[in-house]
């Protein structure tokens, strides 16, 4: 942990004395867009049955950067945007109710939804209009929310319940870490009028489970599809 730290700390230093040598040469912009996110999990008793049930959830990303020229074609890029992630599992089942006399069909459907503010920096390479980049990221958790939607069918009479719960941060067994960290790698391409379209990949490292039970871990994935303007 303290290493990602260290990283993070070099690699902002670095950006500000680039910053400072090359005044000239840096360009702002802002970006926004759709996030898919869903989550890695792993541990004991986690199975492959598991892992398929968690599907993407749909959420935003909007956020300022800095390119920070090192030469012609190679850039340093900080940034600052708000991040949504999380996931959702879907659970299906059906059982015979000897109480109700018939079937019982029933759909779980788990949203978690975690705002993030996160700090990016990339090492961009540039070329006719093309650019790649990749660099860690530091996040942070601002808010979240569990919702629950359940729906049970009985014959021909069907029955809808929803709650919704928000998530708290900390070390306790039910809250989660607020801290996220990983690398992120993206590719996109800049018309010459600043107009630029991106996609992005961030790959979480952090663990925000507190669950110490059968060495639980739970990490962010997230593919971004943004539109940005620089100018």
């Given at each position: 942990?303290?290493?990602?730290?260290?990283?993070l700390?070099?690699?902002l230093?670095?950006?500000s004395?680039v910053?400072?040598q090359s005044?000239d040469g840096?360009k702002?912009g802002v970006?926004a867009?759709v996030n898919l996110?869903?989550?890695?999990i792993s541990?004991?008793?986690?199975?492959s049955?598991d892992?398929d049930?968690?599907?993407s959830?749909?959420?935003?990303?909007?956020?300022?950067?800095?390119?920070?020229?090192?030469?012609?074609?190679?850039s340093?890029?900080?940034?600052l945007?708000?991040?949504?992630k999380?996931?959702?599992?879907?659970e299906?089942d059906?059982?015979?109710d000897?109480?109700?006399g018939g079937?019982?069909s029933?759909t779980?459907?788990?949203?978690t939804?975690?705002?993030?503010l996160e700090l990016?920096?990339?090492?961009?390479f540039?070329?006719?209009g093309f650019?790649?980049?990749?660099g860690p990221?530091?996040a942070?958790?601002?808010?979240?929310?569990?919702?629950?939607e359940?729906k049970a069918?009985?014959g021909?009479?069907?029955?809808?319940?929803?709650e919704?719960?928000?998530i708290?941060?900390?070390?306790k067994e039910?809250?989660?870490?607020?801290?996220d960290?990983?690398?992120n790698?993206l590719?996109?391409?800049k018309l010459?009028?600043g107009?630029?379209?991106?996609?992005?990949?961030?790959?979480?490292?952090g663990?925000?489970n507190n669950?110490?039970?059968?060495?639980?871990?739970?990490s962010?994935r997230?593919?971004s599809?943004l539109?940005?303007f620089s100018?």
């Amino acid at each position: 942990m303290k290493k990602i730290y260290s990283i993070l700390a070099f690699a902002l230093v670095s950006g500000s004395v680039v910053m400072a040598q090359s005044n000239d040469g840096v360009k702002f912009g802002v970006r926004a867009g759709v996030n898919l996110a869903t989550v890695a999990i792993s541990g004991d008793g986690i199975t492959s049955e598991d892992k398929d049930g968690i599907k993407s959830l749909t959420s935003f990303n909007f956020g300022g950067y800095a390119d920070i020229p090192v030469s012609g074609k190679f850039s340093i890029q900080p940034g600052l945007s708000l991040s949504g992630k999380g996931f959702k599992v879907t659970e299906m089942d059906s059982f015979e109710d000897e109480e109700e006399g018939g079937m019982v069909s029933q759909t779980i459907n788990i949203k978690t939804n975690i705002m993030y503010l996160e700090l990016p920096l990339n090492a961009v390479f540039n070329f006719n209009g093309f650019y790649f980049g990749a660099g860690p990221y530091l996040a942070y958790g601002l808010s979240g929310k569990v919702k629950v939607e359940s729906k049970a069918t009985i014959g021909n009479f069907t029955m809808n319940a929803s709650e919704s719960e928000s998530i708290k941060f900390g070390s306790k067994e039910d809250e989660i870490r607020a801290l996220d960290y990983g690398f992120n790698g993206l590719v996109g391409y800049k018309l010459e009028n600043g107009l630029n379209f991106n996609l992005n990949y961030g790959l979480g490292l952090g663990n925000y489970n507190n669950n110490s039970v059968g060495n639980g871990k739970t990490s962010n994935r997230v593919f971004s599809f943004l539109v940005g303007f620089s100018f």
